[in-house]
C-alpha cells in the first residue's frame, strides 16, 4: 500500500547502536539520513511503514561509524537509485580507510555551510565525537527539524541549532549506572562517556530545557544503546522531564532499533 508522501515530515527508519537511518520528506522528494542498514533491509523497512524508495533523491551521511554507513548497503541503495550521497571530506576519508564501498556519486559540503535539497534548506553543524561527525536541521515553509546524535555533549553550537525546533530527534544513548556495571572493556565505557564519545540519559533530559521551544510538539529520542540502556527508562525519564518543564503538549517517543516508527508530518 502507498500512500501520498508529506510536503514536510520525518520518518525514523531505526536508530540504534547496530543501525541508523530517517528520511526526510520534502515538497520536492525525499533524503535518506544516514544508511547504517543493508539496502534490502532500508527497503524493507521504508515499504513497512509505506515510503516509496524511489522517492529518495540524495543521501545524507553523519560521520564514519559502520552503524550509519553500512559497509555495502549505503553504496549499493545510491548507486541503484544513480543518486548522491552528501558528507564531509573526513568521512570520505575514513571510509576510504575502513574499505567500506565508497558511492559512485559524492557530494562533499563542510559543517557550517547550507544548501537546499528537495525544496529542504539544510544546515549541518559539528558534534562532538571520536570521528568527524556532524547534526543537521532541515527546514521548510517555517517548519524545522533537528537531528543529533552521536555526540559526547551538547556544546553551545548544537544547543544554538537545535533550539526552536518542531520536531527534535535527540541522542539518549546510555544510562551511566548500567554503562558502569556492564561487561564492556574500561576503555570503551571511557570512550562512550567521555566528550567526544555519547550523550547519557542525564545529559539529555538536562538539555531539553534549553532546546525545547514554545514550537516544539515532537521528540524522538535516539540512539538507546540495547546494553547500556533500556528503551522504557528513557520513555519513563522523558515523561518525568516533560512534565517536571510543564511540556505536556510534546508528543515523544523512545526509538527502536529494529521497528520503524510512523511518519510525523509536519506539513500536509
Known amino acids: 500500500m502507498s500512500i501520498h508522501p508529506p510536503k514536510f515530515g520525518f520518518t525514523m527508519l531505526g536508530s540504534g547502536s547496530s543501525g541508523n537511518a530517517s528520511v526526510i520528506h520534502g515538497p520536492e522528494g525525499s533524503l535518506l539520513l544516514d544508511a547504517g542498514f543493508s539496502a534490502a533491509e532500508m527497503r524493507r523497512r521504508m515499504d513497512r511503514v509505506h515510503v516509496d524508495s524511489a522517492s529518495i533523491r540524495a543521501i545524507l551521511i553523519t560521520h564514519a561509524h559502520n552503524d550509519h554507513v553500512n559497509k555495502c548497503g549505503c553504496a549499493r541503495f545510491a548507486n541503484d537509485l544513480g543518486i548522491p550521497v552528501y558528507l564531509v571530506p573526513e568521512t570520505i576519508r575514513d571510509l576510504r580507510e575502513k574499505n567500506i564501498s565508497i558511492p559512485e556519486k559524492t557530494i562533499l559540503f563542510e559543517p557550517g555551510s547550507v544548501f537546499d535539497l528537495c525544496g529542504i534548506h539544510i544546515e549541518p553543524f559539528n558534534v562532538s565525537h571520536d570521528v568527524a561527525a556532524v547534526g543537521f536541521t532541515f527546514s521548510t515553509h517555517g ?9 559526547g555533549f551538547v556544546s553551545s553550537l548544537a544547543k544554538a541549532r537545535l533550539r526552536g525546533c518542531d520536531l527534535l530527534v535527540l541522542e539518549s544513548n ?95
Do not use: W
Request: proline share 4%.
Open 143 to 151: 517548519r524545522k527539524i533537528g537531528y543529533a546524535t552521536d555526540l
Open 174 to 268: 546510555y544510562d551511566p549506572k548500567t554503562l558502569r556495571t556492564s561487561n564492556r572493556p574500561l576503555y570503551v565505557k571511557r570512550r562512550i562517556a567521555s566528550n567526544i564519545g555519547h550523550l547519557s540519559n542525564d545529559d539529555a533530559m538536562k538539555a531539553l530545557e534549553e532546546l525545547l521551544a514554545p514550537n516544539t510538539k515532537h521528540l524522538i529520542l535516539a540512539h538507546i544503546s540495547r546494553q547500556c540502556n533500556d528503551r522504557s527508562l528513557v520513555a519513563e525519564l522523558a515523561e518525568a522531564r516533560l512534565a517536571e518543564l510543564n511540556r505536556q503538549d510534546v508528543m515523544f517517543c523512545a526509538a527502536s532499533r529494529d521497528t520503524p516508527l510512523d511518519t510525523i508530518c509536519l506539513e500536509d
